[in-house]
């Protein structure tokens, strides 16, 4: 039995993220890794916990990827001191620095009625900006601390669109942000916006891993809203993964069978079609707690992990 590896969480609260489920997935990873590629990042909780000599964090979302490339270049104690200089500027609350009964407020009911008019005004001011620069990408990064259930959204027009949270910069995420920087600064890493498609899968060999979690066909989470991804996405995601599987790039792909009464008839079928080049493995986990709203929480939803290598191969030294 090894010791039990302390993992790094994203400092971002993205939909999806994979931390809980890391004790699960890590393990199934390849032993040896080249170059490790996120081809979905989101908040990078799967890549930032990864040993790799390179790691490539892949997302659609260019400001995500932005921001993660402010972080990684700019200077940790800069980037605090701006941070701290933003929340200044538009008068956030810091209950780390004075406490709840500074702002009138109770730690139950949040930070949200003092944080409201103070939080409009700072993203009003970051949606109506035209230089994206650093101070831009930190200006992101506080309203993501600020808004409803610290995630990110933007609308139609590419405004952030979400209402202020109960949460303001603690000493938690302070820590989070801190950890992941360290992390980011110290790997080989690039942070590339490309949509699955159009990667350069060419220059990958049988020493590199490339690691799927794409949005989910059958979710119900904000990313999926607007029928952002369809059946011809998953379609052609199941192809990439197949021409991957071709070229001998190990790859494993997340994803649910089943969740809240739907079925992936797609992913079905194309296991069973495949049945001998892939293996499913089942992993434990609910999603009861996640910040997405469903109606039904008790029906199962049966998350999977699909890859295109036998078990003997996997990352039997990560310790549980």
Known sequence: MHPKIKMIQSPLNYTGGKFKLLPQILPLFPQKINTFVDLFCGGCNVGINVEAEKHVYNDINLRLIYLFHTLKNLNKNIAFEMIYEVIDKYGLSLVSRHGYEYYGCESGKGLGTYNKKRFLSLREDFNRREVDDYYYYIMLYVLIVYAFNNQIRFNSNGKFNL?????????????KLSAFIDVIKNQDSRFTNNDFENFDAFSLNSDDFVYIDPPYLI????????????????RSLLNFMDELTDKKVKCALS??????GKQNN??????????????????NYSYANSNYHTKDRTDSTEEILVTNYEEDEIWNSFGA
């Open 163 to 175: 209402p202020v949270g109960k949460r303001d910069f603690n000493a938690k995420m302070a820590e």
């Open 219 to 234: 979710a119900c989470a904000a990313y999926n809203e607007q029928n952002a991804w369809n059946e011809d996405n998953e």
């Open 255 to 260: 994803n649910v069978l089943h969740s809240k």
């Open 266 to 283: 797609i992913l079905s079928e194309w296991l069973e079609k495949n049945s001998s080049k892939y293996f499913v493995h089942r992993l």
